[in-house]
């Protein structure tokens, strides 16, 4: 069995910084890509960002230049450190990943259960 973990949420005023961080654990082979993904109120869910086994990095338009995503192998943790935060950043953000339990099983993606951030003065 795998689990995501998310931390780092919390209400934050507009401009300011919020770094989010998720651990996975469990019965796991390997990790492919990990990522970021938010879900606004009445909206589905978007990816923010995404980062592959090798560090090769993804970014949507609207986040580029403010977050930045990063990983460790080694721990099995991915990272979201975002700055100049903005109220329409507001959201539940979600820390997915394509893990592979097994040698012989193909990867399949896990979700955690989310951490709001709340950009609001």
């Known amino acids: 069995q795998v689990r995501l973990v998310e931390s780092g949420g919390g209400l934050v005023q507009p401009g300011g910084s919020l770094r989010l961080s998720c651990t996975a654990s469990?019965?796991?082979?390997?990790?492919?890509?990990m990522g970021w993904y938010r879900q606004a109120p009445g909206k589905q869910r978007d990816v923010v960002a995404t980062?592959?086994?090798?560090?090769?990095?993804n970014y949507t338009d609207s986040v580029k230049g403010r977050f930045t995503i990063s990983r460790d192998n080694a721990e099995n943790t991915v990272s979201l450190q975002m700055n100049s935060l903005k109220p329409d950043d507001t959201a539940v953000y979600y820390c997915?990943?394509?893990?592979?339990?097994?040698?012989?099983?193909?990867?399949?993606?896990?979700w955690g259960k989310g951490t709001l951030v709340t950009v609001s003065s």
């Open positions: 980062v592959t086994r090798d560090g090769s990095k």
């Open positions: 469990g019965r796991i082979f390997k990790i492919n890509t």
């Open positions: 997915g990943a394509r893990i592979a339990t097994h040698p012989l099983y193909s990867a399949v993606d896990y």
